[in-house]
């Protein structure tokens, strides 16, 4: 199983950015699919996921009008378009697979086990 994130980078706020996971070794229409990030010194933030068992989409508070996630199911891929990018939204950005549907599982989808995460990528958002 590999989750492998591209995408990241450092881009001034007001920017955009486009994070990719390419998806192997299981079936990626039974999982919730999505990205969660974590802060230096702060807690890991749920930030988007999607399930294509239920359609059911969640989207963080924190950047609801701001990002929206999206699949090629044919290349086992999701993505994540972040634009209107702030300074609070700098982190470890990691893409994460579990057995659950976002409906269900809520903020917290990327916890739930026996489930996948990837190595993470850097966004740095500059003032």
């Known amino acids: 199983v590999q989750l492998v994130e591209s995408g990241g980078g450092l881009v001034h706020a007001g920017g955009s950015l486009r994070l990719s996971c390419a998806a192997s070794?299981?079936?990626?229409?039974?999982?919730?699919i999505g990205w969660f990030r974590q802060a230096p010194g702060k807690e890991r933030e749920g930030v988007s996921c999607m399930s294509s068992s239920d359609g059911s989409i969640y989207y963080a508070d924190s950047v609801k009008g701001r990002f929206t996630i999206s699949s090629d199911n044919a290349k086992n891929t999701v993505y994540l378009q972040m634009n209107s990018l702030k300074r609070e939204d700098t982190a470890a950005y990691y893409c994460?697979?579990?057995?659950?549907?976002?409906?269900?599982?809520?903020?917290?989808?990327?916890?739930?086990?026996?489930?996948?995460w990837g190595q993470g990528t850097q966004v740095t958002v500059s003032s």
């Open positions: 994460a697979a579990a057995p659950t549907t976002c409906a269900e599982a809520g903020s917290t989808w990327y916890e739930v086990t026996p489930g996948y």
């Open positions: 070794g299981f079936t990626f229409e039974d999982y919730a």
